[in-house]
């Protein structure tokens, strides 16, 4: 995929999932969020999620998708930082961005993307073996 057609799928989408190290173990977490300006935001609680960004900011999100005839992958790798700054926050919280799960996430993340990547490819059954 293009570098624009990364950026379009990511702006089209809104949930993903963000790979991190929690103690010195891979560990991977849905998210719902948004890009904005470059930067993929998302909220979350306290826990073992905020605590691996902390310990280790490099990270890996993914998004996915398909339909009859293609499917997708887009590939973010980058840095995640915790939003600090109280102007940074109020930004954070115009943008259209709520939990989907019924929980308390007041601390926002950004991802800065240092590589992102992508493929797309036509769906269909698998050939005959010879």
Not at 48 to 53: C, N, P, V
Request: aromatic share 8%; proline share 7%.
């Amino acid at each position: 995929m293009s570098p624009d057609a990364c950026l379009l799928a990511l702006e089209s989408n809104t949930l993903g999932r963000i790979a991190i190290a929690v103690a010195g173990e891979a560990e991977i977490f849905p998210v719902n969020y948004v890009l904005h300006e470059g930067g993929i935001y998302f909220r979350t609680a306290p826990g073992s999620k905020l605590l691996g960004l902390t310990a280790n900011p490099n990270v890996a999100f993914e998004i996915d998708g398909f339909d009859d005839i293609t499917a997708f992958s887009v590939v973010v790798k980058g840095t995640a930082e915790r939003l600090e700054m109280q102007s940074e926050i109020a930004a954070a919280d115009l943008l259209e961005l709520a939990p989907w799960a019924p929980t308390a996430k007041y601390r926002w993340v950004r991802i800065v993307p240092n590589t992102i990547g992508g493929r797309i490819f036509r769906r269909g059954p698998e050939p005959d073996r010879d």
